[in-house]
Nanobody
C-alpha cells in the first residue's frame, strides 16, 4: 500500500523555521520525483519545490528561493522541506507528492500525502 505521511507542521512566528518531513512506503522511492506543494485558503495548489529521482536536481518556486531547501534521504524513503525565514504568506497546507512517468509506456504514477498545516503568525 502506497503511503506518504507528512509531519512537522505547526505554528511558527514570522522569521522562524520549520522542517517538514514526508515518510513514504509502498513504492520505489529512488525512481520518483518528489515535490512539496502548498495550498492556502482561496488559492490554487502551488508547486513549492521538487527534487528529481534521477540525479537529485532541485527546483523552487520564486517565492521560496533562498529560504526553503528540499532534500531527500533515500535510505529512509523520506523527503524533507527545510523552511527558513518564514513569512505569513507561507501559511498553507503543505502536501508531499511522488511522481513517476513511464515515458515510453504511456502511463504514470502520482501519489499524494494528506497534508500538514503550516501557520506563520505573530
Amino acid at each position: 500500500q502506497v503511503q506518504l505521511v507528512e509531519s512537522g507542521g505547526g505554528l511558527v512566528q514570522p522569521g522562524g523555521s520549520l522542517r517538514l518531513s514526508c515518510a513514504t512506503s509502498g513504492f520505489t522511492f529512488s525512481r520518483y520525483d518528489m515535490s512539496w506543494y502548498r495550498q492556502a485558503p482561496g488559492k490554487e495548489r502551488e508547486l513549492v519545490a521538487t527534487i528529481t529521482g534521477i540525479g537529485g536536481s532541485t527546483n523552487y518556486a520564486d517565492s521560496v528561493k533562498g529560504r526553503f531547501t528540499i532534500s531527500r534521504d533515500v535510505a529512509k524513503n523520506t523527503v524533507y522541506l527545510q523552511m527558513n525565514s518564514l513569512k505569513p504568506e507561507d501559511t498553507a497546507v503543505y502536501y508531499c507528492n511522488a511522481f513517476w512517468k513511464a515515458t515510453f509506456k504511456g502511463y504514470e504514477f502520482d501519489y499524494w500525502g494528506q497534508g500538514t498545516q503550516v501557520t506563520v503568525s505573530s
